[in-house]
């Protein structure tokens, strides 16, 4: 399990902004929810950074059967992969905590990671094994809310990181393709929620 100290975004010039995602963990910070950015887990999980030689056609490729991701036009994710980080992250760690704040939303590129959740009687619910093209982590970015679940990599895996401070970024110098990114991620969020209710209810 990786272990990491809590963090207020003012905590990190670094990544300090007064954007709209960015802020809304500004706010967020002052509860009890421990506060995670990218910068601490990356360390945390042992991330080493990649430079994929082609990633738009990496991700085009892997949202090419995803029934909203690959309404994503080519021009919009050509401008998209300049927002990305590119990670390779090893097996048995953990991306994401349930019940955590983080400044980040992943796209598994390669590899399987495993989803969880603590139910409030103790259960451990099983909730998903995820697949290339998969967007984890999206709720709590776009929300400011507590992560719903844990994410912890089954395999090696190759990812794409999206921070809250870059989203910023990106809706002020390109507004259009933000707007439909998160069109389409809140969209499979939707239908994602509706499955994951559907296995957890009893």
Known sequence: MNRLHSA?????????????????????STSEAPYVLWSQRRKAIHAQLLAPADPATALRMVWAQDAALSLLQSPFIDQMVQYLEFYQVPADQTLIQQGELGDYLLIVLSGQVRVDRQLANGQSVHLADTHPGEVLGEMSLFDSSPRFSSCTTSTDCALAVLKADTLDAMMELDASTAAYLLALFTRKLSTRLRQTSARIEP
């Open 8 to 28: 207020s975004p003012a905590d990190d010039a670094a990544e300090a902004d007064t954007g709209f995602f960015l802020h809304g963990f500004q706010q967020a």
